[in-house]
């Protein structure tokens, strides 16, 4: 069984920054991708940003340039480093995983991010 767990959400005021982190364990095997996602109140859950195993990254339209996904070399762990945060980007924030050999779709319990002055 695999587990991802998620940490460095909070509340950062308008134009501030905040890192999210996310550790996998248990039976990984081998990851296809590992990404971010994120549902603001009373909204779907919407991608962010993902990157394969191939090293491709996909950002979503709205943080592009802002935002900055990367993961460790053992493909075991994915962070999201958010810079000039807004107000419309508080949302809870998912991490998710996809194994290479099942494709099995394994997320997060979520960390809740709060843009705010």
């Known amino acids: 069984q695999v587990q991802l767990v998620e940490s460095g959400g909070g509340l950062v005021q308008p134009g501030g920054s905040l890192r999210l982190s996310c550790a996998a364990s248990?039976?990984?095997?081998?990851?296809?991708?590992m990404g971010w996602y994120r549902q603001g109140p009373g909204k779907q859950r919407e991608l962010v940003a993902r990157i394969f195993r191939s090293g491709t990254i996909d950002y979503a339209d709205f943080v592009k340039g802002r935002f900055t996904i990367s993961r460790d070399n053992g493909y075991t762990a994915v962070y999201l480093e958010m810079n000039n945060l807004k107000p419309e980007d508080t949302a809870v924030y998912y991490c998710?995983?996809?194994?290479?050999?099942?494709?099995?779709?394994?997320w997060g319990q979520g960390t809740q991010v709060t843009v705010s002055s």
């Open positions: 998710h995983l996809q194994l290479l050999t099942t494709l099995l779709n394994v």
């Open positions: 248990g039976r990984i095997g081998s990851t296809y991708r």
